[in-house]
């Protein structure tokens, strides 16, 4: 695909979106997790080895045409989004935490992505599809799309603090605007089969963004976390960062078809996590929740 929407539109939107997560972060967000080493363990492994066996699982029990299928596999690789944050500010979780899982994930992501995707097209055996693997061409794309707008946000952030506060809410806001003009476009370039793929991902991407938000409350709760962490963890493990798997099934893939997954679940689970994360909270007790 030649279309601006691929060569100049999707890097520009990642690149908008990765430069406003930059602005919220510090160094200390990196270095934060040396206080919380057990809980960040237990959400990195989570995020990236359950959820991709679990994509991997209902993939097969739902039985996704192969480019489908890697479309969801690619997805589950992809780091928690920003939104993940807001969500958890607004759901009392530990948004400290949000912030440097966020950042961790989003260095792993450069591992993690490729691995990930690379089995995927070597188990199903898309028609079309290239190969991520770890070859230096690709790594170098993705560590461009991921890290090079983060780092320069942090460096604003390092060089001007008020300028970087001050542009957080307007960046937040283009973030959201510029992922839905993404999903919009890819919906449309997609639009001859969408009805058919709607209809093979609708109920897959669903249950997935369920699995994502369940696995990252429970399993941290269950292990200890106290449970604003636990709540922060699921924010970060079920919002994940749609616009990197749509930008790399498009740009690096060359298949929107591959990008479909990304951007149902990128509809989806804004309203799922919203859901969710009043369910969790509206059985805790009001003393509990004054108390954190």
């Known amino acids: 695909m030649d279309s601006p929407l691929v060569s ?3 890097p520009l939107a990642l690149a908008v979106i990765m430069f406003g997560l930059g602005l919220s972060l510090t160094v200390g967000d990196f270095t934060r997790i040396a206080k919380t080493p057990r809980i960040v363990a237990i959400a990195l492994v989570c995020q990236v080895l359950l959820l991709p066996a679990i994509a991997f699982g209902l993939v097969l029990a739902f039985g996704l045409s192969p480019i489908l299928a890697v479309g969801m596999m690619l997805l589950a690789a992809s780091p928690g989004g920003t939104t993940a944050n807001l969500y958890s500010h607004l759901f009392r979780g530990d948004v400290a935490l949000n912030v440097s899982l966020t950042a961790v994930n989003s260095v792993i ?3 993690t ?3 990930v995707t690379n089995f995927a097209i070597g188990y199903f055996e898309p028609d079309g599809a290239g190969s991520l693997g770890l070859q230096l061409g690709k790594v170098v794309q993705v560590f461009a799309i991921v890290l090079v707008p983060v780092a320069i946000g942090m460096l604003v952030r390092h060089l001007s603090p ?3 506060d001050r542009m957080d809410r307007p960046v937040r806001i283009g973030s959201a605007l ?3 003009l993404v999903i919009v476009g890819t919906v449309v370039a997609e639009r001859d089969t969408l009805g058919s793929s709607l209809a093979d991902v609708g109920a897959i991407a669903v249950a997935f ?3 994502s938000l369940a696995i990252g409350y429970f399993v941290p709760r269950l292990l200890g976390a106290a449970e604003r962490q636990s709540i922060a963890c699921s ?5 994940h960062n749609s616009t990197i798997a749509i930008t790399i099934a498009i740009s690096v893939l060359d298949s929107t078809e591959m990008a479909i997954p990304a951007a149902v679940y990128g509809v989806l ?5 919203a859901i969710f994360g009043w369910l969790i909270t509206r059985r805790r007790a009001p003393a509990t929740v004054a108390a954190e």
């Open 209 to 211: 963004c369920l699995f």
């Open 235 to 239: 924010m970060e493990i079920g919002i």
């Open 162 to 164: 008020a300028f970087a």
């Open 109 to 111: 992501a450069v591992v």
């Open 269 to 273: 689970m804004f309203p799922l996590a």
């Open 178 to 180: 510029v992922l839905l």
């Open 8 to 10: 100049v539109g999707l």
């Open 113 to 115: 992505v490729p691995v």
